[in-house]
């Protein structure tokens, strides 16, 4: 069955140090992958997206990058602040389908 | 504009009962999605409407369940008889066409007692 995986324990890093979340999937062949960012008590708010033809996508301070070969997306966050502390989600998307495969999200907590 | 509105932020409610969850999508998006998201889980995908072509209901759980979207807009999640196991964050997304960014609502947290 399709499967996604984002490490489950909460990661805790030093304010100004890189934080890197990993979202690896098995069984599924996607089109194209999300993440999005979820505070405590809300939804998740999208960040940025990656096609399966695209190695990497930046936007500000975020990095992703996609590797179809080896099932596995990597979300970078550089100069990372207390305020970067959030649960973040990856999800899986294929054309010509409505239809998302959500992880269960890394929590990141950004230590000042 | 506005984006996603949900309400009630918060129901807790007895078993047994029913309840209804409400959400308002963006104006002019045609996508709208249901899910579920319980402690430690990822988002269970319940139901997804797109204009007015016929919902998926292949997420929704059981029969208890059942999800209307009146005019293209306004969405109403109806729970029947709920169980304990109901209790979970009701999050709702809406999209545009051809758009791959759903936006989501600040969700409803149910508590069945």
């Known amino acids: 069955s399709q499967k996604i995986e984002q490490n489950s324990e909460a990661l805790n890093i030093q304010e100004g140090k890189t934080a890197t979340l990993t979202c690896n999937y098995t069984?599924?062949?996607?089109?194209?992958l999300q993440w999005y960012r979820q505070d405590p008590g809300r939804g998740p708010v999208f960040l940025l997206l990656?096609?399966?033809?695209?190695k990497e996508k930046r936007k500000e301070r975020l990095k992703v990058t996609f590797d179809t070969t080896l099932k596995q997306s990597l979300f970078h966050i550089t100069a990372s602040q207390p305020a970067d502390s959030a649960t973040y989600l990856c999800?899986?998307?294929?054309?010509?389908?409505?239809?998302?495969?959500f992880g269960t999200g890394t929590r990141l907590k950004v230590l000042a | 504009g506005a984006g996603v509105s949900q309400s009630p932020s918060n129901k807790v409610t007895e078993k047994g009962k029913d309840v209804e969850l409400r959400c308002d999508p963006i104006?002019?998006?045609?996508?709208l999605y249901w899910y579920r998201q319980s402690l430690g889980q990822g988002l269970e995908f319940l139901i997804y409407?797109?204009?007015?072509?016929?919902?998926?209901k292949s997420g929704l759980p059981s029969d208890r369940f059942s999800a209307e979207r009146t005019g293209g807009s306004v969405s109403t999640l109806t729970i029947q008889r709920t169980q304990q196991e109901d209790s979970a964050v009701y999050l709702c997304?809406?999209?545009?066409?051809?758009?791959?960014?759903?936006?989501f609502g600040p969700g409803t947290r149910l508590t069945v007692l």
């Open positions: 999800a899986l998307g294929r054309s010509g389908t409505y239809k998302y495969i």
């Open positions: 069984n599924y062949s996607p089109a194209y």
């Open positions: 990656i096609r399966e033809n695209e």
């Open positions: 104006s002019g998006h045609t996508a």
């Open positions: 409407f797109q204009g007015n072509s016929a919902p998926d």
């Open positions: 997304a809406s999209q545009g066409l051809g758009d791959n960014e759903q936006f």
